[in-house]
């Protein structure tokens, strides 16, 4: 075997002696927690380990296309089956998050599992620290550090079609179809090979992005008609949607996925916000141009975090009080916007 570094050949090792293993993702997964955690769980499989992924709750059908969709267990729904396979897991690997806290109820008997527990994650500072931690925030996907691991370990070799097609999805999403600034010369070469391996990469954009149902088409539609305000002088917009509106339109996860670049898309904003009222909370989604570091506001105004140019929040105000409280501290970041292109 070639050099590798003692990470890889940690892994390796532990790949090797490893009898059954769950892979986990983050609640409301999205394109590239279910991608990485999918392409992942087929990897643990090819190593002939009883592999099982679990996820936190229902994630939106037009991920259903992925292989291996049928093998997720959704611990919502499947707590009985799904409890007693983390506890008794000889290795549980956590991909696309940092935080058991971002798991739901899963969380809890992650943390108390006796398992040896693997981090696998592209975001800022971990709040978990774990037996092994593979985390490097300039990866524009966790999908793309399944890639990397693999050519580390000098295992390209083992991915097939459905492990490409696993990756890609994620890459496409976390890149915003590879026009985000976190997409690099490697994102690309990578993307390159994951075709070369027979990932139709047509389809993969139809089922992201050409899956529509008219009801999302409507909620969309209503929303920039109606629910977009932008501050010119502040290079900022946001755009909300109400409980009540989500059940007017039927709203379903994933039909919000995307929706606050629509805000960004506008000539002159830098900045844009989404607030989606939930039962308990306002969930809220931001995201930036350049250097405007919209993980930074979040932390600091709105229970926050994420990447410099795509970050997340939450607030336990009123939708009203917590959209006229973003209006408010956009003086605060004005210098900062005005110098953001």
Known sequence: MPFLSKSYLRLRYLLSNCGSAVVTVHKNPDGDAMGSGLAWYHI?????????????????????????????????????????LIEDADVIFALDYNDFGRTGE?????????????????????????????????????????YNLMEGMELLEMLDADIATCIYTGLVTDTGSFRFPSTSHYTHRIAAHLIQLGVNNGAVHRHLSDNNSETMLKMRGHVLSNNLVVFPEYKAAYIWLTRKEQEKYDTKPGDTEGLVNEALSIKGVVMAAFFKEDYKMIKISFRSLGTFPVNELSAKHFNGGGHINAAGGNSLDSLKDTMARFGSILPEYKKLLDATD
């Open 44 to 84: 643990l499989k090819k190593w002939a380990i009883n592999a099982q992924i679990i996820v936190p709750n229902d994630y939106p059908a037009f991920l259903h296309f992925l292989p291996g969709n049928d093998d997720v267990i959704i611990f919502e729904r499947e707590r009985d089956k799904a409890i007693p």
């Open 106 to 146: 899963m969380g809890d008997f992650l943390a108390s599992s006796k398992a040896k527990k693997v981090l696998i994650d592209h975001h800022l500072d971990p709040v978990v620290q774990l037996d092994m931690m593979f985390s490097n925030p300039k990866s524009c996907a966790t999908a793309e550090m399944v």
